[in-house]
Structures are given as structure tokens and as C-alpha cells.
């Protein structure tokens, strides 16, 4: 694929995967924290004040960031504790911080003199041939990149302002989370796959978004003009008037295609021969609650509780956990609402997992840490018993592969009732209790399943992921993970009979849920439930709307019966514009 070219007007055209639709326009903000430190980087004096400043946040927040992985730490053990109490010796030496204050009184930027003081010190230390003194260097050069990553965070909050496209090599769940404060109009990076966690939250805050283009922080400069088509993936550089006026059209309208949609949120969910289904909403935080409703959501069909982990980058108490999920429950009631339990690790919040994991995608993730850190889980389980008080919550355990999983997590959310009760709080009893399927383990075992869990939930994202052995954030093999090959959709729907045969819900909610030209086959494969991100909701209900049940159980067939990932898109291509064009007319 050609991924750059210069057109006849000058203007740079780029080329990656579109990640979030949308469109958005606006002045680059290029973001590298993987640059080295320049040691010699001076700032003007009328700047001097604002560097002091910015060193003491960035300070506090590494203090505050050792404070917590030393709470953490206890649990783990003398040798994390000693660790950390060496870092947190490093971080709190205040020679060290009368001499950096004093070289950015001298006119250095923060992130220079920071570097130019810990360097110092490492290289006395590197000298000394002792192996003690030595292991102290690099204690140094943790704190040090820790303050100046905190430096850069803060230096993207104070110079990117608001209304600019982030340009950057990747960015993590975590800038995600921190690019809405910033109101960013859209981002584009460098490498990613478009199912990573980073991705879903753009969707979930409709900010446009482009991965995968190369060189991007090479090619494009901070105040250049940019053009971000999320829908098709290009990416113009200094577009010409021609080219704004034409994008600023197609927002327009991208608009007026939305409020036609807004037309469809009363009307009843159901396929053209009266196969009723229900559409819920993924949510990441209360907010989130009133747009589903709005765009006639029947439920909340997940809250990734972990969202809140990276909000706070620290494990809330009980009470706060309790005011969030109350929160949510009481704009969703009298719908159901469903909290997932924090799936921790992989790309998302990894605070508590004791060590760096070589395949964190494989690692200690979801359940299996709740299991590991039954402390957290309890809180959290508690928290989600006290907000169930009106009836209407469902509690779902995130990564499950073995049945063992299910039974401790429900012996453990046994134990949280009694405490409960025993300090006489109110709660509802009977919570049901469900599971993802996201694993091969779980989709082959879900008849299994079926007979221990309250109802069943696809997550196609992790589910594709595992049945394809291929990382959904590694842009490498961007080619590979499909969540429409032949082998998700088969599991899909030995999933859908397994929870048949025993009487169970079943619902999606990955991505896959979202992706409207799968709306067709997931209805035929016997979904009834779909949870996707608000925004996308009113697209989904217009294919069901159009959408004929025996053609769909048919289309369903036919793509079961697949070779490969492109006969069925073949197929399901085919089908969207048919169907587009039934829609707009
Ligand atoms: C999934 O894996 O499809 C899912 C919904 O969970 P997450 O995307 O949060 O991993
Ligand atoms: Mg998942």
C-alpha cells in the first residue's frame, strides 16, 4: 500500500487505517515522548517561573505514583518493598532538587536540568567500580524518566491547548482519557491495531481517528493544518481550499446523517418480519449513561470498570467505587446495567501486577488477577453488591478460562454477601452473576458455562485475539486479527447454542457489536442482544430495521460455511451496499 504522496498542489497526503469515524480539522499537535532529553534546551526568563512550577507538579505526581506502588508493594513482599523505598529515597533528596531548581533558575528547561543533574550523579556512581553503588545508578535513571515523563504529560497540557489533532508515535488508554480533557479534535499515530483499548475509547468519545500512518511525527510539524478522515483513514497535510471546502462538506454531511438517525430512537427494535432485539450501551463513566438513553438505549450491557482505574491511576476505596457504579445504576434504572469486574493487565491499567510480563496479553489479566489480589476483588465486589440496592445490576467476570475461575469468583462474591448482611447494608441477593466468553476455552466450554453463569457475554475483541494468536494492538499482524474470520464467527454461534440449550442470555459486546456491516449475520447466528458504544447504536438499529430475519439465518449459513476471512467479507460488502442504499432512500 502506497502510505504517502505529494499531490500536484504540494499538499501532503497520508494513508493508515482509520481507527474512530468521523472527520476532524484542525492544527497538529506532535507529541514524541520517546525523544531523547535535550541537557542544553534553554527556555526564555519570562519562562523561568513556569519550568520551577512545572518540576514541582511533575514531583508530586512521581511521590504520589511511588506512594501507591508502595502500598502495593507490601503485598508482594521485602524485596518490591525495598525497592521502592530506594526509589522513593532517589525521588526525595532535596540536594537533588536545590540543584535542578538551581539550573532552571539558569535559564535550562525543567526536563534538561533534570537529566543534566541525575546524569551527573549516575556517572559518579558508574565510576565508582563498586556493584552496590552501581545498582544505585540505575535507581537514578528510573527516577529521573519517571519525572520527566511526568514533565512531558504536563508539557502536552500546557502547550497543546485545546482544539488540535495529537500526532504521536502511540499513544496509551491513558492519553486517551487525558485527550478529552484537552478537547482534542481527533489523533493519529503511528502504530496501534483498531482494537486496542486506545481505539474503543475514541470511538466511545466519537473523537476521529487514523493509525498505522507511517512516519507521521517525521512528516508533519506542530501548527501544521490538518485533515483527519477517521471514515476513510487519510490524512491530509496543509490541504489546499479546494480540499477544506470539499472535507468541511462531507462533515456537514456526516451531520445531517446523524440527526436522520436521531429519527429511529422511539421506534422499537425489530427486524422487517417482527424478530425483536434488544439494543444496550457500552459505558465508561456516568456521563456516558445519558447519551446511551438518549440515542434509546434499552440497558447498559458493559461498564468497563477498569476505565475508572486509569482515570484515577489508583485503585479506588470501597466508598468511591460505590458512588461510581450507584451513579450509573441510578441514570440507567429501571434498565439493567452491567459492571464488568476491573479487567486489569494487558494494555490496560497495570498497576499490581508484580513484574514486567513478557506476553502481557497472556498474563495476569482480568480474572485471574481479581483472583491473585482477592483483596481488590472483594472491595469491588462489595461496592457493586451496595450499588444494586434498586435491582437492576448484573456483576460479569472479565478473561475467564477455566470453570475454577467462575467458582472461586462466586465463592468469593458469597463471602462479600454475608459481610454485607452482617453489617446489615442492603443489597439485591439475588445479583445475577455472568462471564465473558472472550477466550477459545470459555467459547469451546460455553455449554459448560452456561450451567454455572447467569448469562454469557461475547467479547469478540479478546475472543478474536485468542482464536487468531494475534495481539489486537500490534499493528504487524493488523492483517491478521479479523474478528469476521470464519473461525470467531463458528464459535459465535456454538456460544449462541450452548446458551440456547440451557436457557441463557447471550449478548455482544466487543466491537464487533458496532460494526454495522456485522449486523446482519450476528442476527442471524441468534443474537438477541447487542451492546455497543452509544455512539453507534442508531447506525445498528438501522440495519435491524431493515433487515429481514430468514435472509439473515440464510446470510448466517452462508458465512459459516466461509474458508476465509475475505469470502466473508465479500459477502457482508455486498450486503452493505444493498442495504445502504434501502436505508437512505
Ligand atoms: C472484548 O474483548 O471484546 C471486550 C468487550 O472486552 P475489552 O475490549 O475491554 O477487552
Ligand atoms: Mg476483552
Known sequence: MQTRHHEASGRLVLKGVPASSGIAIGKAFVLDADLPVDATERVTPDRIANELQRFQSALESVTTELTQAMELAVHEGATAVSIVESFQLVASDALVHQSIAQHIASGLSAEASVAREFDAHKTVLYRSGDAFLRSRAQDLEFVKERIIAALRKRMLSHAQGTDSIVVAPHVTPQDMLFFKTTQTLGYLTEV???????????????????????????????????????????????????????????????????????ELVHKPTETTDGVRLALLANVDEPDNVDDAMM??????????????????????????????????????????????????????????????????????????????????????VCAVLRASIHGNVRLMLPMV???????????????????????????????PVGMMIETPAAAMMADLFAQHADFLSIGTNDLAQYALATDRTNDLVADIFDPMHPAVIRMVHMIVQAAR???KSVSVCGEMAGHASATEMLVGLGITELSVTPRLLLEVKRRILHANYNDCVLLAEQLLNCATVKDVHRILDSLSVSSKNDLLA
Open 295 to 380: 440515542a434509546g438505549a434499552e440497558g447498559v450491557g458493559l461498564v468497563r470498570t477498569e476505565y475508572l482505574l486509569m482515570r484515577l491511576g489508583r485503585y479506588p476505596t470501597e466508598a468511591e467505587q460505590t458512588a461510581w457504579y450507584l451513579d450509573i445504576a441510578q441514570r440507567t434504572y429501571p434498565s439493567q446495567v452491567t459492571f464488568r469486574a476491573f479487567d486489569v493487565g494487558s494494555d490496560k491499567f497495570r498497576q499490581g501486577i508484580p513484574h514486567v510480563e513478557d506476553n502481557p496479553a497472556l498474563g495476569l489479566r482480568g480474572v485471574r488477577f481479581l483472583l491473585y489480589r482477592p483483596d481488590l476483588f472483594q472491595q469491588q
Open 192 to 262: 496501534g491495531g483498531i482494537n486496542s483499548h486506545v481505539c474503543i475509547l475514541a470511538r466511545d468519545m466519537g473523537i476521529p481517528a487514523v493509525i498505522g500512518v507511517a512516519q507521521a511525527t517525521e512528516n508533519i510539524c506542530t501548527g501544521s493544518l490538518l485533515i483527519v478522515d477517521g471514515f476513510s483513514g487519510v490524512v491530509v497535510v496543509d490541504p489546499d481550499e479546494a480540499t477544506l471546502v470539499e472535507y468541511q462538506q462531507k462533515m456537514t454531511q456526516a451531520e445531517a446523517y446523524r440527526e436522520k438517525l436521531g
Open 401 to 431: 478460562s477455566t470453570l475454577e475461575e467462575v467458582e472461586r469468583s462466586k465463592a468469593l462474591i458469597e463471602e462479600c454477601k454475608q459481610h454485607l448482611a452482617s453489617q446489615g447494608v442492603e443489597f439485591d441477593a439475588s445479583m
Open 501 to 503: 440449550t440451557h436457557n
